[in-house]
């Protein structure tokens, strides 16, 4: 059964955990029908209203139609539905802004009711990997970092996670807000098969490179977190340490990998050239003067930065 990395159980826990938000199920349809009919998860805060919790990349929302093969009925259901959905948005509030999946890309329903709807990219890569299709540079890097002697695998030391995740935070100055007893907690929550930490070490011992993924019951993984320590940023490791993740992937059935997120320059460079599929996903602020006042300074800051404040998963 497919089932998103992030409609799971155990993530929906850990959210709990971490961020004291309450997730919130939701199933909505025309007059109770079965179908067509929108699912979703929501967080909520202590008021009610609907936030999107921190290191999520998208809400999990699943549109279930009714059988047709008539496009303009699809669109008709999903227009039907998809307005209930907005009308909850609405009742509950929306605190901030709430990211849906790259599946939904018609967000006409919340535009019309004044919600700005700003896009965003992310890439898809398709396993098993390709590896002629994939830059020659970054083909260089892997074949360097074999060559000097890094050992990739899975592993449950979850200090040597955060060392990665603190040094690139330092780096570049944001913070995951990730220690070792919450990354404990979500691999107790999740499982080991879902919650993938990946360490790559160097041949001196030292954990040179970590990588969190997230892995559904189906066939999708995405990225969560990551992390190169300064002094390997020019050996290749983060490159071969991704190649591991994926191949180790494609051999447990996952099809597609999703990058989560490539919307600063540095950033889209870095994972556009694993090949892929560029896809679009859309982030919602309600209408008001918070978005208003919100909008103008991110504005500001994408005009001195030239990107969003996304972290470059190096």
Same mark, same amino acid.
């Given at each position: *059964? ?5 409609? *799971? ?9 971490k #961020?004291? !938000?309450e ?24 008021? &009610?209203?609907?936030? *999107?919790?921190? !290191? ?13 093969d008539?496009?303009? $009925?699809?669109?008709?259901? #999903?227009?039907?539905?998809s ?8 009742? /509950?509030r ?15 329903? #919340? ?7 700003e896009?965003?990219y992310?890439?898809?890569?398709? !396993?098993?990997?390709?590896l ?6 970054? /083909?260089?890097?892997?074949?360097k970092?074999?060559?000097t +002697? ?10 040597k ?6 040094d690139?935070?330092?780096r570049? &100055? ?8 919450d !990354?404990?907690r979500?691999?107790?929550?999740l +499982?080991?098969?879902?919650? $993938? ?16 993924v997230?892995?559904g019951p189906?066939?999708?993984?995405l990225? #969560?977190v990551?992390?190169?320590?300064r ?11 991704i ?8 051999r447990?059935?996952?099809k597609?990998?999703?990058?989560? &997120? ?12 694993w090949?892929?599929d560029?896809k ?9 003067l /918070?978005?208003?006042?919100s909008? &103008?300074?991110r ?7 030239? +990107?969003?404040n ?5």
């Open positions: *059964m497919e089932i998103d990395p992030l409609a *799971m159980d155990g993530w929906l826990e850990f959210n709990r955990y #961020w004291n !938000l997730p919130h199920k939701i199933k909505l349809s025309i007059d109770d029908h079965e179908v067509p009919a929108v699912e979703t998860v929501v967080y909520l805060d202590t008021r &009610g209203r609907i936030v *999107m919790p921190p !290191l999520n990349p998208y809400l999990p929302v699943i549109f279930r139609p009714s059988p047709t008539k496009v303009y $009925r699809l669109r008709r259901q #999903w227009i039907a539905v307005e209930l959905l907005v009308a909850e948005f609405q009742k /509950r929306v605190l901030g802004a709430v990211t849906l999946p790259t599946d939904i890309v018609d967000v006409r329903a #919340w535009q019309w009711r004044g919600f700005l709807a896009p965003r992310t890439f898809y890569l398709s !396993l098993p990997l390709q002629p299709e994939v830059d020659h540079a970054f /083909r260089t890097k892997i074949n970092a074999t060559k +002697g890094f050992q990739v695998h899975r592993s449950l030391t979850f200090n996670v955060i060392e990665c995740l603190s690139t935070e330092q570049q &100055g944001f913070k995951h807000g990730l220690n070792i007893e !990354l404990r979500a691999s107790a929550l +499982g080991e098969d879902s919650f $993938r930490c990946y360490i790559a070490i160097a041949p001196s011992g030292e954990v040179a490179s970590a990588r969190i997230l892995k189906g066939s999708k993984a990225d #969560w990551a992390g190169t320590k002094d390997f940023l020019n050996s290749g490791v983060t490159q071969y340490l190649a591991f993740v994926l191949d180790d992937l494609a447990d059935g996952v597609t990998f999703d990058f989560a &997120g490539a919307n600063l320059p540095t950033v889209q460079a870095a994972k556009s050239a090949g892929g560029l679009v996903y859309f982030v919602l602020r309600a209408p008001g /918070r978005t208003i006042v909008t &103008g300074l504005l500001l800051r994408v005009s001195f930065r030239r +990107g969003y996304e972290p470059t998963h190096s």
